[in-house]
């Protein structure tokens, strides 16, 4: 086994600490709009789409959870009436996950308020090329680790 260099254990650390502070930083930021974390990341990929709709593995890939969690989600925002769930049109075995108007609305009161987070914390004190480069850095990473995770 190897160990980490002093500048790969502080990255390392970093990121481990960082994945446990922000979520919750950003889920007290969403407290105020009745969602979670999670449920933000859902409504937020389905509003993004013409049709407001996504397969749901398409959709768990895309919010970055479990299709388990995927499930979940959408079953608490669909009783909360920001989301519908279908079976697909092309593929009865799978289900489709659609945003509501109720949903869009949700998530336009609630944009903003990440919006402002993002830049408090990070782009407020990066310039235009690191933040380019940072994106860069973090969407490779991101690859890798997708790429690694079971079913993908």
């Given at each position: 086994?190897?160990?980490?260099?002093?500048?790969?254990?502080?990255?390392?650390?970093?990121?481990?600490?960082?994945?446990?502070?922000?979520?919750?930083?950003?889920?007290?930021?969403?407290?105020?709009?009745?969602?979670?974390?999670?449920?933000?990341?859902?409504?937020?990929?389905?509003?993004?789409?013409?049709?407001?709709?996504?397969?749901?593995?398409?959709l768990a890939n895309a919010a970055g959870l479990s299709p388990s969690r995927t499930?979940?989600?959408?079953?608490?925002l669909e009783r909360r009436g920001y989301a519908d769930r279908t079976r697909d049109?092309?593929?009865?075995?799978?289900?489709?996950?659609?945003?509501?108007?109720?949903?869009?609305?949700?998530?336009?009161?609630?944009?903003?308020?990440?919006?402002?987070?993002?830049?408090?914390?990070?782009?407020?004190?990066?310039?235009?090329?690191?933040?380019?480069?940072?994106?860069?850095?973090?969407?490779?990473?991101?690859?890798?680790?997708?790429?690694?995770?079971?079913g993908s």
């Amino acid at each position: 086994m190897r160990d980490f260099n002093m500048n790969e254990d502080r990255l390392w650390r970093s990121l481990m600490r960082l994945n446990g502070t922000l979520p919750r930083l950003l889920d007290e930021d969403l407290r105020a709009s009745g969602l979670t974390l999670s449920e933000f990341a859902i409504l937020l990929v389905l509003s993004e789409g013409e049709d407001g709709r996504r397969r749901m593995g398409d959709l768990a890939n895309a919010a970055g959870l479990s299709p388990s969690r995927t499930t979940r989600v959408v079953a608490d925002l669909e009783r909360r009436g920001y989301a519908d769930r279908t079976r697909d049109e092309t593929d009865a075995r799978s289900a489709v996950a659609k945003v509501t108007k109720q949903g869009r609305a949700v998530v336009a009161r609630a944009y903003p308020v990440q919006v402002d987070r993002a830049r408090s914390v990070l782009f407020d004190h990066l310039t235009a090329e690191q933040v380019e480069e940072l994106a860069g850095v973090l969407e490779s990473f991101l690859r890798r680790v997708q790429s690694e995770r079971p079913g993908s």
